[in-house]
């Protein structure tokens, strides 16, 4: 049986006083005995004070590199993200991948380095409206899953959760439709049985992503092969968070 998994995702938001006040708003609502299990991806300069005041979220960074430490202005290591308390860190966000290029080989060797430490990835994949268009999702799926899960070890993958985010969905209001998530997320899960196994795909955690809101948010969670929901927008307010929570729990 799958724990469904509801992240939030800051992206650039929320100083860390800001952090502080949303910890507290939630932290009240939640009791530990959910039936779910909920988080937060914040910005680095939050994850202190996140971490801190966490007792049932999820604290989640939304990137990390690569490599242990060196000459990476800017950078921020797994080692750091684990001393600080992390568990879970996005990667391959397609914000990153459009503005940062960061590429599936990248994933494949973030993803790795964050399971030696015992952090979850949560892996983006997603395609462009134009590649929805000419009817290239599956083979975009695919495409991104074999070369960011590249390298990993079938038990590895098993702990992963990874989110289809169509990028045509993201921050638009324009959430796909329950049978498109649906499909999609069945293709991920049925990808990684190909590539790995039967065992292995079904314990992989799938999310949805883009405009998931507090009143969409049941219609995908009823899903087979949905597990979850990575959130932008509605992750920032307490109150619509609540909701989230509130419909889900
Ligand atoms: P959105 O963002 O919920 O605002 O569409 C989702 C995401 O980028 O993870």
Not at 20 to 38: P, Q, S
Not at 151 to 168: D, N, R, S, T
Not at 222 to 242: P, R, T
Request: charged share 30%.
């Amino acid at each position: 049986m799958r724990k469904p998994i509801i992240v939030g995702n800051w992206k650039m938001n929320k100083t860390p006083s800001e952090a502080l006040e949303f910890m507290k708003g939630i932290e009240e609502v939640l009791t530990g005995e959910e039936a779910a299990d909920y988080g937060v991806g914040a910005p680095y300069v939050d994850l202190d004070v996140c971490v801190k005041n966490a007792k049932n979220l999820i604290i989640a960074a939304e990137n990390c590199n690569e490599k242990d430490s060196g000459a990476y202005t800017g950078e921020v290591s797994v080692p750091m993200l684990k001393e600080v308390g992390i568990t879970y860190c996005i990667i391959g966000h397609s914000e990153r991948r459009t503005y940062y290029n960061e590429t599936n080989e990248h994933c494949a060797l973030k993803a790795k380095r964050l399971l030696a430490d015992n952090i979850i990835p949560i892996l983006c994949i997603g395609e462009t409206e134009a590649e929805y268009d000419a009817g290239k999702t599956a083979d975009v799926i695919k495409t991104q899953l074999a070369g960011s899960l590249a390298g990993l070890e079938a038990c590895e993958v098993a702990k992963m959760v990874i989110a289809y985010e169509p990028i045509w969905a993201i921050g638009t209001g324009k959430s796909a439709t329950k049978e498109i998530a649906e499909d999609c997320c069945k293709l991920v899960r049925d990808t990684v049985k190909a590539l790995y196994d039967e065992e292995t795909g079904e314990a992989v955690r799938v999310q949805y992503g883009g405009s998931v809101k507090p009143d969409n948010i049941r219609e995908y969670m009823a899903c087979e092969d949905i597990d979850g929901a990575l959130i932008g927008g509605a992750s920032l307010k307490v109150d619509s968070f609540k909701e989230i929570i509130d419909a889900t729990k």
